[in-house]
């Protein structure tokens, strides 16, 4: 499978921002999918996952009523809409993919896309 992300750019805190992950390739595999993210001179973290349904999703407690995510099958694409956006959610976001919604929370991923930058100014 492979993810490319788009969408990042400049944005002042308090505006917002959507990001999209399209996958290509073994599509036909049902797999959940997430978002992750890193600043600079941090570790990579969590941000929010959803199955391949849609039914189920997680997002880091930083996120929470701020980004939500989504996904259409049919574009085989994942979204994230992100509002009230702040200085602390600058980061390279990344998209991954694996068969368990669970592991993507975890922080695990079989497949994982290149990054697209988010950067907020206060």
């Known amino acids: 499978v492979q993810l490319q992300a788009s969408g990042g750019g400049l944005v002042q805190a308090g505006g917002s921002l959507s990001l999209s992950c399209a996958a290509s390739?073994?599509?036909?595999?049902?797999?959940?999918m997430g978002w992750f993210r890193q600043a600079p001179g941090k570790d990579r973290e969590f941000v929010a996952a959803?199955?391949?349904?849609?039914?189920?999703?997680y997002y880091a407690d930083s996120v929470k009523g701020r980004f939500t995510i989504s996904r259409d099958n049919a574009k085989n694409t994942m979204y994230v809409r992100m509002i009230n956006l702040k200085p602390e959610d600058t980061a390279v976001y990344y998209c991954?993919?694996?068969?368990?919604?669970?592991?993507?929370?975890?922080?695990?991923?079989?497949?994982w896309g290149q990054g697209t930058q988010v950067t907020v100014s206060s």
């Open positions: 991954a993919a694996d068969k368990v919604v669970q592991r993507i929370r975890g922080g695990s991923s079989d497949y």
């Open positions: 390739g073994r599509t036909s595999t049902n797999y959940a």
């Open positions: 959803i199955s391949w349904g849609g039914g189920i999703t």
